[in-house]
């Protein structure tokens, strides 16, 4: 194991994911657990990740003591490296010209960490973004590479095992990064370099039988990634003691909800409760037009059904979650001490707090990608793995305004032949999400000799690498002809198409 030691990086999360592609386990810890993370892991090698404090103010975050005495190499980055110098009794100043972005360092030395990576003399480009700088090196350690900025770009003492850069290696930004972050974990920390998802799945099974014991699991099934990737995980590791609950809410996509049931009941023999409560859902949303007031009626009314199907299965003694790292990383804050930050998880947001069961979370160290090459491990058809995001409210947000049947039923026609469209293309996994909008507006037009007087329906489709900020995506004309053209002919109730090519920001990806 790599231990990264967190100081509040807005990129900490990359440097784990680059020595998870060198094949190293990595756990991130925020600083102020470092020490106990230490003892907990014996990792062979620490990361110092960066940070937006001061190593020139007192009061700011260190190292634990122990660790440089620990005999594990460390690399320092950025803040990291700042702090390492500091209490190895060099020094650090706040200059006047500060590096942010792209820039180059020339390489000076050789060193353990550049060996068949970076050759001396070379100029090589990096992502850097500092204000302070080392500017005085504790005994021991040799500058390697320099930076018009930053004197001290690169530092090495060979001996201790100690490195640290200016730069960020974490980042795309710096070509040669991820090459540097793999030595390290590899070569210089001695890492097999064997981590794969086939050992991550028996090291989880492991765990999750050591967790459970003899006690039953529940786990809220919704068609998702996620969800999908822990209930078979479960069941790989407890059988029949996992129960899934599928709270239908009645907006799914089309044949979404039969697809769920086929595959879990019929084909992993998943024991799986489905619950048909579409009314229930449809009619307390009946006259309810504000989005969030949607969000919170839906997001009640499935912690309550859900509870109620735990109840009539006999109870279990955990419920199970699929949370990914991004939802549960501690934040790092220097203004009020350690924040954390949760996401609320689809919509199983308070249902531990309400429940009082202990979280099976087995995906709780990986990222999205990750998560999807587990789903491909365990065995799970593409169309489960490579699947769009879908909101937990489904198809309720993506119909301004009321919500009746009739028009998640139009909704439903109108997407299906949307995503079959774009599936035929060929761009399905080209885009990050599509699908279609309902809206509330009735359009005049004709078709044959008569007028019509129908729904306008909303095309959207965007590429993201996280759905924090998004582009729409470039179709041909022709190919959105195509679709308004079957979507105008085979869905009743709809007379004319729009395609939204609003970016995120200023838009959002789904319309409420
Ligand atoms: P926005 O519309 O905010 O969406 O740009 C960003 C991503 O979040 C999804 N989304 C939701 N997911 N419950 C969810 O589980 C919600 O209430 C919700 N609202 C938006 C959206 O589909 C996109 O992937």
């Keep these: 194991t790599i231990l990264i030691v967190d100081f509040g990086s807005q990129v900490t999360q990359l440097i784990a994911r680059r020595v998870r592609e060198a094949g190293v386990y990595s756990e991130i810890v925020p600083f102020q657990s470092a020490d106990a993370a230490l003892d907990r892991l014996r990792p062979r090698g620490v990361i110092l990740s960066g940070g937006p404090a001061s190593v020139t103010h007192s009061d700011t975050p260190r190292a634990p003591e122990g660790l440089f005495s620990m005999g594990v190499p460390v690399l320092g980055i950025c803040y990291g490296q700042q702090t390492m110098v500091a209490q190895l009794g060099g020094s650090v100043t706040t200059s006047d010209h500060q590096e942010f972005g792209r820039a180059f360092v020339d390489v000076q030395e050789p060193c353990g960490l550049f060996d068949g990576i970076w050759e001396t003399g070379t100029r090589e480009q990096v992502w850097m973004s500092h204000g302070d700088h080392v500017d005085a090196l504790p005994d021991g350690f040799r500058v390697v590479a320099t930076s018009e900025g930053a004197p001290f770009a690169a530092i090495a003492d060979d001996a201790r095992h100690f490195y640290g850069l200016q730069f960020h290696p974490e980042v795309v930004h710096t070509p040669h990064g991820a090459a540097l972050l793999a030595r390290f974990a590899r070569e210089i920390c001695g890492c097999a370099g064997d981590w794969s998802m086939a050992g991550f799945r028996e090291a989880k099974i492991a765990d999750i039988r050591a967790q459970v014991g003899d006690g039953k699991v529940i786990c809220g099934l919704s068609g998702g990634v996620d969800s999908s990737v822990v209930a078979v995980l479960l069941h790989e590791a407890i059988g029949d003691r996992l129960t899934c609950v599928f ?23 998943i024991n799986l409760v489905h619950r048909d409560a579409s009314d229930l859902f449809l009619g307390a ?19 309550d059904v859900f509870e ?8 279990a003694d955990f419920l199970a979650q699929g949370t990914l790292y991004p939802d549960v990383i501690e934040s790092v804050s220097f203004t009020g001490g350690p924040s954390v930050t949760i996401k609320s998880h689809h919509n199983v947001g308070g249902l531990p707090e309400r429940m009082r069961m202990a979280l099976v979370e087995p995906l709780r160290e990986l990222f999205k990608d990750e998560v999807r090459a587990l789903g491909r491990e365990l065995g799970l058809p593409d169309a489960f793995v490579g699947r769009h995001p879908f909101p937990g409210p489904g198809l309720a947000i993506r119909i301004p305004g009321g919500i009746t049947r ?10 299906a032949i949307y995503l079959e469209e774009i599936r035929n293309a060929g761009l399905y996994d080209s885009i990050w999400q599509a699908f279609a909008v ?18 306008v329906c909303g095309l959207r489709a965007v590429t993201s690498t996280d759905g924090m900020t998004a582009d729409y995506y470039p179709f041909p004309h022709d190919f959105l002809g195509r679709v308004a053209t079957r979507i105008i002919n085979e869905v009743r109730g709809i007379n004319r198409v729009v395609y939204d090519i609003t970016s995120k920001p200023p838009g959002t990806i789904e319309w409420e």
């Design 285 to 303: 949303l009946a006259g309810v037009s504000d989005p969030e007031v949607k969000r919170k009626t839906i997001g009640k009314l499935f912690i």
């Design 308 to 315: 109620e199907e735990a109840a009539a299965v006999g109870g």
């Design 247 to 269: 709270v239908d809410h009645g907006l799914m996509r089309q044949g979404e909800a039969d697809q769920v049931v086929s595959l879990f009941r019929e084909h992993y023999h």
């Design 438 to 455: 309902l809206l509330p507006v009735k359009t005049v037009g004709v078709m044959g000799d008569a007028r019509t007087y129908d729904h």
């Design 406 to 415: 009739e028009k998640c039923d139009i909704l439903r026609k109108a997407d």
